[in-house]
């Protein structure tokens, strides 16, 4: 044990959609020692991985005894197609049965090819496995695939044509093989070959990441274990993550959670983390983050990999305040500078927000509180081909310029024909304008930039509707709060109503599918409102979260008190609550599953059954009595779960084995050990 | 490698490249400083990969603790070539007996690309060729063999290239492949032994000529 002399330092790390944050973690007595904010740079999330471990004051970096790391890489490659290029082979799959279902969108892959193989549910060999064929395939598409994935049907029950795909693919070429069994052991044959293209498109952007990682550390001469946080909050080794990429979707929300855990030391709670683009929010049961029954699901792609279940919906410090067409304001989804940061980095914005608060009402429209600035140069690889791109970098390298004028000086009629997404997406240009931030600025309430030039971009944007800047401010807020109690509602009763305005978010549809029926949103949007404003005179109606409310992020104290105050709940803001979801990173217990399969061997009528077969990823046993095979599976997956998880750097894991009935004489034994990470030294 | 480290396996496979194929030359000093910055990877997997390159006889550690590229010289290889005479006949004399249905699909696939790559396309070739004989000796299913046979191909691929210049590359010996793949698959232990000893004695007998002829 450690003195409490001597503190046991760990670093934490978490990618978030606008920000990475780092802290510096006394593991012992959860005490922040250090921590630092950078942008995160989604064009390389390394360099924004740099900048933090550069940020954080380290006296020791040889005291350092794990690094850890949550990062929203993984879905931000799925979301923005940046994933390599993946052919998918399936084996023994029905070309028919998909055609006629339309399941070829979920095969992630426009390049995916049917072979003859496969195994029927009693892992029987349903046809022979035509290796000539994949072997040719593998020589055809050479040199236009940076990896291969294979999925054989009933792969989990009997992987023999996966493995021998492996051993013969391997045996030709360089390419990296992902086989569907190694990753899920479920039976969804559809959700596997997803699952399986996507770890793949994903193996070497994650590889990337972790190399760069690495490199930083030891630039800063920091010797310690690096892990990553599962989309479960759990952590792997960074070995293992290099192999299993898609298992870190959605661990950016996982982390908050772990975090909000750690820090609060409560049980139970809903975790809320606002961000700047994004809040999230999970449920923490039992001490542990609730996950979701069905496999996570990313950019409408549904896999079969594990993931807290949570809910992200596109509003945070950052969310753009905009008018809708109808006059109706809107809070996000699209995140901006703040312009009192803007207003701080260049004096002449927050004169020229000075200038048209002088205007008339109905001239300052509030097109000119979005500003365009260059982020950065655009180097040699980034291809901005049109004259247009290249007149609209040359005019914002003079400075930031509101809408109206950029659209003005390229000699287009409206926004929409600016046609910036490339120069966006690349981080050359950004976007500035109005945000809940500037109204915090406004009321003083978190005000590290120009305050000016927020009250300024309020006035214009209040007064464009004629309305005074008290009350449009109160609106927005009372529209804020709208938004997150109908998100809590929504993600604790996988139900959702349209609110009257906004937008919705991309996870909120898929809640959607089992949405209320037509006849009933009246009521439902009726007791929303009064609960909120108790506008019926003599029927009351209130929500009562059981369950504490712990928020995450700068801004949670603003954004959320109402929130849990209309929820009929606490709002618990533990003492380094703002930096949580880097705590989070680091502050998870390390888990392996191992999952075995039991399943009957039939007698050639396929009526009797003979023997029991116990399937492993890498090998089958046979036994006479299920009793037998049962103890079997119970010792092998123990062994072999407590030696996965002390490899991927567990300290004395714990194992638990549930044994649950797949029907058909079909039993599952899983084996879950979980230890606390093993510290360096 | 049961384990590897995360990059070990991608640092490896360059730096082997670098050595087999000259840019890294015979007695070269290794700077694993440099080496790491030039291919953007941390320091721990390029020491790792080093570590496995001696084993591969492609580096060596000198008493003075520095690295080197390991050198050329006609008594290695003397030695190496009667080595690998042997063991390569070994090896295509058990694949003949012990290939298995899978692995004459892989021979006969990497037969037809050798067939089909064009014969100017040296690395590929060369690749190929390394390919082809990993591929026997899986066929033989001896890991003992395999790995002493893996552990010297390095050393002959740098043969190739050190000799290529005045060799270029053997037509015949796709020939050779394809007559290889038919002994094996008619299981005939002595054809293909032979024919796998005539296939590296001829490789062996150009390159010593062409080291010899050298000033």
Do not use: C
Request: charged share 25%; net charge negative.
């Amino acid at each position: 044990m450690n003195k409490p002399s001597q503190p046991t330092l760990v670093l934490g790390i978490d990618t978030g959609g606008t920000y990475t944050d780092g802290v510096l973690l006394d593991y012992g007595s959860r005490r922040v020692l250090a921590s630092h904010k950078s942008l995160t740079t989604k064009r390389d999330f390394a360099i924004g991985i740099e900048a933090v471990i550069d940020g954080i004051h380290i006296d020791d970096p040889s005291a350092i005894r794990m690094v850890s790391i949550s990062t929203t890489l993984a879905t931000n490659a799925i979301a923005e197609g940046k994933g390599k290029r993946v052919a998918l082979f399936l084996i023994g799959y029905d070309p028919d049965l998909i055609a006629s279902f339309k399941l070829e969108a979920r095969f992630v892959t426009p390049l995916y090819f049917y072979f003859q193989g496969g195994h029927d549910l009693y892992g029987r060999e349903q046809a022979e496995l035509d290796l000539p064929a994949i072997l040719g395939r593998v020589r055809e598409l050479r040199d236009r695939v940076d990896a291969i994935a294979v999925s054989s049907y009933f792969s989990p029950l009997n992987p023999e044509h996966e493995n021998r795909a492996y051993e013969s693919i391997a045996s030709v070429s360089d390419l990296p093989v992902v086989l569907g069994h190694k990753l899920s052991t479920r039976l969804g044959s559809v959700e596997r070959a997803t699952t399986a293209a996507l770890n793949a498109s994903l193996l070497a952007v994650l590889q990337d990441f972790i190399l760069a990682v690495r490199r930083a550390m030891e630039r800063r001469h920091i010797e310690a274990p690096l892990m990553v946080v599962r989309g479960d909050g759990t952590l792997m080794s960074d070995e293992f993550a290099a192999r299993s990429p898609v298992e870190t979707i959605h661990s950016g929300p996982a982390a908050s959670a772990i975090g909000g855990r750690f820090l609060s030391r409560l049980d139970r709670m809903l975790v809320l983390d606002v961000g700047g683009t994004t809040t999230d929010i999970a449920l923490i049961e039992d001490g542990q983050v609730t996950v979701s029954e069905e496999g996570a699901t990313v950019s409408g792609y549904k896999t079969a990999v594990s993931a807290a279940h949570m809910l992200s919906i596109a509003l945070g410090g950052d969310s753009h305040i905009t008018y809708t067409r109808e006059k109706r304001v809107a809070i996000g989804p699209e995140r901006v500078m703040p312009l009192a940061r803007l207003a701080a980095e260049y004096p002449a914005v927050g004169k020229q927000l000075q200038a048209l608060r002088r205007r008339q009402w109905a001239q300052a429209t509030p097109d000119w509180l979005e500003y365009w600035f260059l982020l950065r140069e655009p180097s040699n690889e980034s291809a901005i081909d049109t004259p247009q791109e290249k007149a609209l970098v040359a005019l914002l390298r003079e400075g930031p310029r509101p809408l109206p004028e950029v659209v003005d000086h390229l000699q287009l009629l409206h926004a929409g024909q600016i046609g910036a997404r490339e120069l966006v997406r690349q981080e050359i240009v950004g976007k500035a304008g109005f945000t809940p931030t500037d109204l915090m600025h406004v009321e003083g309430k978190y005000a590290l930039w120009n305050v000016a030039a927020s009250e300024a971009a309020l006035e214009v944007f209040s007064h464009y509707q004629f309305q005074e800047p008290d009350v449009v401010r109160r609106r927005i807020w009372a529209q804020i709060n709208e938004m997150i109690v109908h998100a809590v509602l929504t993600f604790l009763s996988d139900k959702d109503f349209e609110l009257p305005f906004g937008h919705r978010s991309p996870a909120a549809g898929e809640a959607a599918d089992r949405s209320v029926e037509p006849r009933d949103r009246d009521i439902a949007r009726w007791f929303f409102f009064n609960s909120l404003y108790q506008t019926h005179p003599h029927l009351e109606t209130r929500f009562r979260l059981k369950v504490p409310v712990v928020g995450i992020g700068a801004p949670a104290q603003i954004m959320l008190a109402r929130a849990a105050a209309d929820l009929g709940t606490d709002l618990v803001l533990p003492e380094f609550h703002q930096v949580a979801n880097a705590v989070g990173a680091i502050a998870g217990s390390v888990m392996v599953t191992e999952e075995l399969l039991i399943y009957p061997r039939l007698d050639s009528a396929g009526l009797e059954v003979m023997a029991y077969y116990v399937q492993a990823s890498d090998q089958r046993q046979e036994f006479e009595a299920l009793a037998e095979a049962m103890a079997y599976a119970r010792a092998l997956s123990e062994e072999r779960a407590l030696g996965a998880a002390v490899r991927s750097g567990a300290d004395n894991p714990q194992v638990t084995l549930t044994v649950t009935g797949d029907g058909l004489d079909t039993y599952r034994v899983r084996a879950k050990a979980i230890g606390n990470p093993r510290l360096a030294r | 490698m049961e384990l590897v480290q995360v990059g070990t396996e991608r640092t490896y496979d360059a730096i082997r490249l670098k050595i087999v194929t000259l840019e890294l030359a015979p007695g070269a000093l290794i700077n694993e400083q440099i080496l790491a910055a030039e291919l953007a990877m941390p320091l721990a997997p390029v020491r790792e990969a080093l570590k496995l390159l001696v084993h591969d006889n492609l580096v060596e550690v000198t008493s003075r603790h520095g690295l080197y590229v390991t050198d050329v010289n006609i008594p290695d290889l003397d030695q190496l070539s009667e080595t690998r005479l042997t063991l390569e006949a070994l090896s295509a004399r058990l694949a003949a007996l012990r290939a298995s249905g899978d692995d004459r699909v892989v021979l006969t696939s990497l037969s037809q690309e050798l067939a089909e790559t064009p014969p100017d396309d040296n690395r590929r070739l060369l690749e190929l060729d390394h390919r082809f004989h990993q591929a026997v000796a899986k066929a033989a299913h001896n890991k003992y063999l395999a790995e002493a046979l893996e552990r010297f191909f390095g050393l002959s691929q740098r043969l190739w290239y050190l000799a290529l210049p005045r060799l270029g590359f053997l037509p015949s010996s796709v020939e050779e492949h394809l007559k290889l793949v038919e002994a094996i698959d008619r299981q005939d232990p002595a054809r293909a032994a032979q024919l796998m000893h005539d296939h590296v004695a001829e490789f062996y007998a150009n390159v010593r000529t062409v080291l010899n002829d050298q000033p």
